[in-house]
Structure formats: C-alpha cells, structure tokens
C-alpha cells in the first residue's frame, strides 16, 4: 500500500528522483532562502495590515541571490541563469545601505527616550522638543 509513496520518495534509487551532490545541495539551499524573503515579506505585511518590507527581506534576497550565483557559476555554466543573478544584489545593497542610513538619523527624546524620526522637531511620545540635530558628517 505504501508502494507508491516509497517509489514518489525514492524515485530510480534518487531522493525525489535527483542525483544529490554538494552543489545540488547549495543550489536548492539558495532556491529556500531567496523564497523565504517572500513569507517574511508576506509575514510582516499581514502583521502589520499594510505594506511592510523589512529588513530581512533584503538580506535574504542578497544571500539567496549570492548563492545561486554561485550554484550558477560552478556548477551549472549556464549563461542565462548566470546572467539572472549577476546584478540583482546590487539594488538589494543599496536598499541596507538605505534602512542602516535611516535609522541611524532617528534620535531618542531626552525626556522619554523615544525614538524620534529624523527632522522631528518634537517627541511623538511626550511632545518635548527635540535637540537641534548635528549636522551630517560629509561622506567620502
């Protein structure tokens, strides 16, 4: 009776019926993680009742992404699926290099300690005024 699934699982002697090896192992490694950005992103939104892309979201996009390249460049020599992953990491860099900037100009009150976001004036939470912030160091 059980047959059938053991010949599904166990297909011509193969797990699934796919010959494993350690690149078949990364490549299915990097399929995993660059789809779980998608559930988290799903996650969050539905959480959150509105849009949300978090953080996660583009730091599993960059290691998914990365390592099918590798998967692509080693192993499979394919120019199309080369070509698919070379360049997608850039946008999700930039996207971290984004968040980090953003939330390193938020400010805590003095009074509550209140995360403020940058350019507030006042507290969200407790309406003090905010310190006049420090002009950005020039970047280089």
């Known amino acids: 009776m059980m047959d059938w ?3 599904l699982v166990w297909h011509n ?5 796919i010959e494993w090896g350690w690149w078949k192992v990364l ?3 990097g399929n995993v993680v660059f789809s ?3 559930i988290v992103q799903w996650y969050a939104t539905e959480k959150k009742k509105q849009v949300v892309v978090p953080t996660s979201f583009w730091w599993l996009s960059l290691a998914g992404s990365l390592i099918l390249l590798a ?3 080693f192993f499979k020599h394919d120019s199309v699926f080369i070509f698919s992953f070379a360049f997608n990491w850039i946008p999700y860099v930039r996207n971290l290099i984004i968040h980090y900037r953003h939330a390193e100009a938020h400010r805590a009150c003095p009074n509550c300690q209140a995360v403020c976001p940058p350019h507030s004036n006042f507290c969200h939470a407790c309406g003090a005024r905010l310190p006049e912030a420090a002009a950005p160091a020039p970047r280089g």
């Open 71 to 73: 998967y692509a460049l």
């Open 13 to 17: 002697g193969n797990f699934l019926g």
């Open 27 to 29: 490549g299915w490694t």
């Open 36 to 38: 779980a950005r998608v």
């Open 5 to 7: 699934l053991h010949a």
